[in-house]
């Protein structure tokens, strides 16, 4: 039987995936806070990675999907393990530090994958900067939303487990 804990933890990450299927600014998105919530938040790593992966999916069935999907979900599988790391440092500044450094990490490595993959840039290093160039102004709505998110989710949480102590997980540092 699972515990109360898993099924907020679920809830709380179907919650920001459905939230990808309403309207938003471009890349103003949950999924690289469900990505750092998840490997941070569930005990059990198999979990982080299939309650995760398994919300984008849902998500990105309705949505559709793109060119870039390997290098989105290989990112967000780095970043689940950034939350493995969170776990036992878990504090409002490392996870701030956490979500920035994702945040960067999602903007390198899919824009390189835009690069690599689309025709839209040569192929040549100059074809690579501008790739990156015409990236930058999307890189806010990333930000914000990464840290939107990750406040929300981790705020939730947070909030759930003081209000009801049986969604507390005794393994899992809490926030302090």
Same mark, same amino acid.
């Given at each position: $039987?699972?515990?109360?804990?898993?099924? $907020?933890?679920?809830?709380?990450?179907?919650?920001?995936? +459905?939230? @990808?299927?309403?309207?938003?600014?471009? !890349? /103003?998105?949950?999924?690289?806070? $469900? +990505?750092? /919530? %998840?490997?941070?938040?569930?005990?059990d790593k198999r979990s982080a990675f299939l309650v995760t992966f398994g919300a984008l999916l849902l998500s *990105?069935?309705?949505? %559709? /999907?793109?060119?870039?999907?390997? +290098?989105?979900?290989?990112?967000?599988?780095?970043?689940? =393990?950034?939350?493995?790391?969170?776990?036992? #440092? #878990?504090?409002?500044? !490392?996870?701030?530090?956490?979500?920035?450094?994702?945040?960067?990490?999602?903007?390198v490595i899919t824009n390189f994958g835009v690069w690599l993959i689309d025709t839209l840039y040569p192929k040549?290093?100059? =074809?690579?900067?501008?790739? /990156? +160039? $015409?990236?930058?102004?999307?890189? @806010? !709505?990333?930000?914000? =939303?990464d840290m939107l998110f990750t406040v929300i989710l981790f705020g939730l949480c947070w909030t759930f487990e003081?209000? !009801?102590?049986?969604? @507390? *997980?005794?393994?899992?540092?809490?926030?302090?």
């Open positions: $039987m699972l515990k109360p804990r898993f099924w $907020m933890l679920l809830v709380l990450t179907l919650s920001a995936a +459905a939230s @990808r299927l309403i309207p938003h600014p471009p !890349n /103003f998105t949950p999924v690289v806070a $469900m +990505a750092l /919530f %998840g490997g941070a938040q569930f005990s *990105d069935l309705v949505l %559709g /999907f793109h060119s870039q999907v390997i +290098a989105t979900y290989g990112c967000l599988a780095l970043i689940v =393990g950034i939350g493995f790391w969170l776990r036992q #440092k #878990k504090s409002a500044g !490392n996870i701030v530090i956490a979500a920035l450094v994702s945040s960067i990490l999602f903007f040549t290093l100059s =074809g690579l900067i501008e790739c /990156f +160039a $015409m990236a930058l102004p999307f890189f @806010r !709505n990333t930000l914000s =939303g003081r209000v !009801n102590p049986a969604l @507390r *997980d005794s393994r899992i540092v809490a926030i302090h």
